[in-house]
């Protein structure tokens, strides 16, 4: 079987990075037995890019992938993008040795609308033609919004039928969250898939308090929002039917992630999920 590479997302250690510096977050990273990460809201300054590229180097930490959105995710909002820091991204990349860029997500206000997200994935597909020459692919990571359907077809097939030179970065546990099982559409995006987001789903207790009284729309929203992001091997998905699956249609990186932890330490759930891979026989992919 081929094997993958597991590492971890850092969006889960952006607090981390904050009050450590980069540097030492990654040193704990590679403690816990991790030796890729893939960058996500770590503000791309110089000094992080310096601090990236220093650890990588002393503790033996692949950089996968970088994170650039084609363009802001709603109005205004400030950040490096694909349509105004191009060259600054393509340097970054380089500078960390890393061959792998992907785009967070669908930006809001195309959301909904079919028209949008097509010219979302023509800009879309056109960068990551640009950035073949920089030695770069560009991927795209789904959540589940993507699972909404136009004329029966879903949104990320849409995105996956209209384009030549992007691929996705294939996120388990919002495929669950949209209605798909995660093994069967990751083997049906085989070829197109280099990065896969290990999270897994769970369903939490109700957490409302009763003293309150009986608000029936607050009940109800609590009840509605059970569902949690959990570490690896603590909720219901079939990791090894996905991590299986991932490695035959071509993944490369398995790269673990908790939107929420819940208040727990996220070095300590990350730690969950590494035991927790190591007990189920992909020891040897980290």
Not at 114 to 136: C, M, N, T
């Amino acid at each position: 079987m081929n094997k993958g590479k597991i590492g971890v997302q850092m969006m889960m250690l952006k607090g981390k990075a904050e009050e450590l510096g980069v540097y030492e977050t990654l040193r704990k990273v590679r403690e816990l037995g991790y030796r890729s990460v893939e960058v996500s809201q770590i503000p791309m300054t110089e000094e992080n890019v310096t601090e990236l590229r220093r650890a990588s180097l002393d503790f033996d930490i692949e950089i996968a992938s970088l994170s650039a959105a084609v363009d802001p995710m709603v109005p205004g909002m400030p950040g490096e993008f694909l349509s105004t820091h191009f060259e600054k991204i393509v340097a970054d990349c380089k500078t960390l040795g890393c061959g792998y860029l992907r785009i967070p997500m669908l930006p809001f206000t195309s959301m909904g609308d079919k028209e949008a997200v097509l010219e979302f994935v023509r800009q879309a597909d056109s960068y990551a033609e640009r950035l073949l020459p920089h030695g770069i692919s560009l991927y795209y990571h789904n959540h589940h919004a993507e699972f909404q359907k136009f004329d029966g077809e879903y949104l990320l097939d849409i995105i996956k039928n209209h384009t030549k030179h992007l691929g996705f970065e294939m996120d388990v546990h919002w495929v669950q969250r949209g209605g798909e099982n995660p093994v069967t559409f990751i083997q049906k995006y085989e070829g197109r898939i280099a990065l896969i987001h290990l999270k897994d789903y769970r369903i939490g207790a109700l957490n409302y308090d009763f003293s309150k009284g009986m608000d029936m729309q607050g009940i109800m929203n609590a009840f509605n929002n059970i569902v949690q992001f959990a570490e690896v091997g603590e909720g219901s998905l079939d990791i090894s039917g996905i991590m299986n699956a991932g490695a035959a249609s071509g993944a490369k990186y398995f790269l673990v992630e908790q939107d929420d932890v819940y208040g727990k330490d996220p070095f300590h759930c990350l730690e969950t999920s590494a035991n927790n891979l190591r007990k189920l026989g992909y020891g040897d992919w980290f």
